[in-house]
């Protein structure tokens, strides 16, 4: 909560300090661009006040000093001098239609306002009331004075103001967006980094500080997690690993000895057959040790692959020769369709082998019935992938069942107990098609058969 307050008030504090930096930015543009050109010539209350200077009298007779003169032509302006009573007593430059006689409220109007639509202004002279008028539509009598070109203008002015508003806003927006994301780029980094597992580091400083020094503590955390999952996993893997060892040993003598028995002249038929349930069950425990010590290695990513070129047509004729040659009973037949001879691949021949086996096995073990089998090697068409195939026209698996089958049994994520065999089978096989960048996917549903694909990659 104090990380979300203290970048709430960093940015409030720059928010204020750029609308500071728009409200100086806009009095200087004010100030250039609507009431520069007020300025750029003398007022009328100057002008009037600089003729009012240079105006002199004496016995009737008026003159204007030269820098006067020359300020009326310079403003197209006119002048006249009016006495108490309002008469004029000396006019300069006054065009035909203005009055040469005018009363006190004809003197209040035009003092204030205009003066036959000449803007005029007054001074008063110790001889009189000075007046003096400009060119008709040449200023606005208002509460200020402004030119009238300058009134015109305003409106484009205005626009140019909002314009330049507008650019700057962007401005501002682009260079604060581009710090933000300056800082937020790491952050973004290092949450990538974090689900690929990987350390992290984050800079800490800036308005993200306090997630950044999340972040690396998140990081060290997960780091010091994985550590001690790897440890652990592979303490566990090293227990299977030893205790197979350990049983291989007295199983190896219970074999022998059933075997032995099984031979023997001198037992009954009953003890001979007793002799061949303790051998078969110890071949079956065999299996099962030497499947619990594979996956187990292969879940942990810690089985060593001994990889060589192998001949995928040439591994189907071996598995099924194998079966063919050890008694498959005849409720079983193995087919081969090879499309291509030369689809090679690089891989474990021993792993692959076993897999292939065990797919066999499957298609043996979940049809008591009989059924066909069918060993198949072809090229992916839609990718640079090597297909083997083991299918057969058994009873199937529901197509719900599919995705449960190949998790490890007994774990969190398997959803239905085992039902036949110790389910290590076909976990076994999805791990050593993973173990060679591969996958395997299967095909199924009630009274349809199962087809069980090892996609492996093309060299």
């Known amino acids: ?44 209350e100057s002008v009037v006040e600089q003729i009012a200077a240079g105006l002199e009298g004496k016995d009737g007779n008026y003159t204007l000093a030269p820098q006067a003169i020359s300020l009326l032509a310079t403003n197209q302006a006119w002048a006249m001098l009016l ?4 008469k004029m007593k000396w006019s300069d430059r006054l065009p035909e239609e203005i009055p040469h006689t005018y009363n006190i409220t004809d003197v209040a109007k035009f003092s204030h306002y205009y003066l036959k639509e000449y803007p005029v202004y007054v001074w008063e002279h110790k001889e009189g009331l000075l007046v003096v008028g400009y060119p008709k539509n040449s200023y606005g009598k208002y509460q200020f004075n402004f030119l009238t070109d300058w009134l015109k203008s305003l409106p484009i002015r205005i626009l140019l103001l ?8 962007l401005l501002l927006s682009v260079l604060i967006g581009t710090r933000l994301i300056r800082g937020i780029r790491p952050l973004i980094n290092g949450i990538q980094s974090l689900a690929k597992e990987k350390q992290v580091h984050v800079e800490t400083k800036g308005i993200f500080y306090d997630l950044s020094e999340s972040i690396n503590a998140t990081s060290n955390i997960l780091q010091s997690k994985n550590d001690a999952l790897k440890a652990r996993d592979e ?43 303790i051998r078969r069950q110890g071949e079956r425990l065999r299996s099962l040790v030497s499947d619990l010590n594979l996956v187990s290695m292969l879940e942990y990513e810690m089985q060593p692959l001994h990889l060589k070129q192998i001949r995928l047509s040439v591994m189907a004729r071996q598995v099924a020769t194998e079966f063919l040659n050890n008694g498959l009973d005849k409720r079983y037949s193995i087919t081969l369709n090879i499309q291509e001879e030369s689809l090679y691949i690089m891989g474990d021949e021993r792993l692959l082998y076993r897999a292939v086996t065990n797919l066999v096995h499957n298609c043996v073990l979940h049809n008591p019935e009989g059924c066909e089998i069918m060993l198949e090697t072809l090229r992916s068409p839609k ?52 173990a060679h960048q591969g ?21």
Request: glycine share 10%; aromatic share 6%.
């Open 235 to 277: 303490a566990r893997s090293n227990w299977i690993s030893g205790i197979s060892h350990d049983i291989r040993t007295p199983l190896s003598m219970i074999l022998g000895y059933a075997s032995e028995l099984e031979d023997q002249p001198g037992l009954t038929t009953e003890q001979k057959q007793q002799a061949g349930i």
């Open 383 to 434: 990718d640079s992938y090597y297909l083997f195939v083991v299918s057969d026209n058994g009873t199937g698996i529901p197509k719900e069942y599919l995705s449960d089958i190949v998790v490890l049994p007994y774990t969190t994520g398997r959803i239905r107990p085992v039902r036949q065999g110790h389910g290590l089978g076909l976990p076994m096989v999805a791990r050593i098609a993973q």
């Open 83 to 86: 006495n108490s009573e309002g």
């Open 1 to 44: 909560m104090d990380g979300v307050v203290r970048i709430l008030r960093r940015f409030v504090g720059s928010t204020i300090l750029v609308s500071l930096m728009l409200l100086l930015f806009n009095l200087i543009l004010l100030g250039s661009l609507i009431f520069k050109e007020i300025h750029t010539q003398p007022s009328p």
């Open 162 to 169: 909002l314009v330049c508003n507008v650019a700057l806003a």
């Open 439 to 459: 996958q395997l996917i299967l095909e199924s549903d009630t009274g349809q058969g199962l087809t069980a694909v090892i996609k492996l990659p093309a060299p």
